[in-house]
């Protein structure tokens, strides 16, 4: 069954400095990979995702993450946080014919000035 | 472009009683998923709708059941509240049949049982 771990349910970081959040996966299948952010009283918005092809991917305001099969994680990393990162961020995973998005628990980012 | 809207944005309800929540999707999407997310938590998926029938379901108990309208809008519909059905409940769109697109989410309504 597919499922998704995200370690760590709070991390801090100061400003400037480099963001990583850690996404490991279970699937039995080759996964669709997605990562999301929340923000206070607010739905979801999608920061990135994998599917098939180049196994860096590019996201927007900065982030990026790295699909690696052999270590069945996506961790997401962005250079230097800003203020504005500081949110809820969802690790997700769907597989060959299923539709459903599974989520991790979540991640909150926290940056300090 | 309007993106995701639901209504409305916040509910209180009472055990036992029964409640409909509505998603419109993003212009130019026909598939519309729910999913609940309790506090602290991810979201965990209900259920997908496309072409007005339900194609794939979560987890949840028959008291969680939806609708898809031919403009693509959709309901969900929840009988006999329990207090664990309070959480904010979200709607995603997407566009065609394919597994692994893009999701796009509404803000949500938080629904809370007392």
């Known amino acids: 069954a597919q499922s998704v771990t995200q370690l760590g349910s709070h991390v801090s970081v100061s400003e400037g400095a480099l963001v990583l959040l850690r996404c490991n996966y279970s699937s039995s299948v080759p996964p669709y990979l997605f990562w999301y952010v929340q923000y206070p009283n607010q739905g979801l918005q999608l920061l990135l995702k994998?599917?098939?092809?180049?196994?860096l991917v590019k996201g927007i305001n900065g982030f990026e993450a790295e699909f690696k099969k052999s270590e069945t994680s996506f961790h997401l990393t962005k250079p230097s946080a800003h203020m504005s990162d500081a949110a809820e961020y969802f690790c997700a995973v769907s597989e060959g014919s299923s539709y459903k998005l599974i989520f991790g628990s979540g991640t909150r980012l926290l940056v300090r000035p | 472009d309007a993106g995701v809207t639901q209504s409305p944005t916040h509910l209180i309800k009472t055990r036992g009683q029964q409640v409909t929540l509505r998603c419109s999707p993003k212009s130019g999407h026909d598939t519309v998923s729910w999913y609940q997310q309790a506090l602290g938590q991810g979201p965990q998926f209900i259920f997908q709708?496309?072409?007005?029938?339900?194609?794939q379901r979560g987890n949840f108990p028959d008291r969680f059941s939806g609708h898809q309208f031919p403009n693509y809008s959709s309901e969900l519909n929840v009988n006999a509240l329990l207090l664990g059905d309070s959480a904010l409940y979200l709607c995603?769109?997407?566009?065609?049949?394919?597994?692994?697109?893009?999701?796009?989410f509404g803000p949500g309504t938080r629904l809370t049982v007392l």
């Open positions: 995603a769109s997407s566009s065609g049949g394919l597994a692994g697109v893009e999701q796009f």
């Open positions: 709708y496309y072409e007005e029938e339900e194609r």
């Open positions: 994998y599917t098939t092809g180049a196994t």
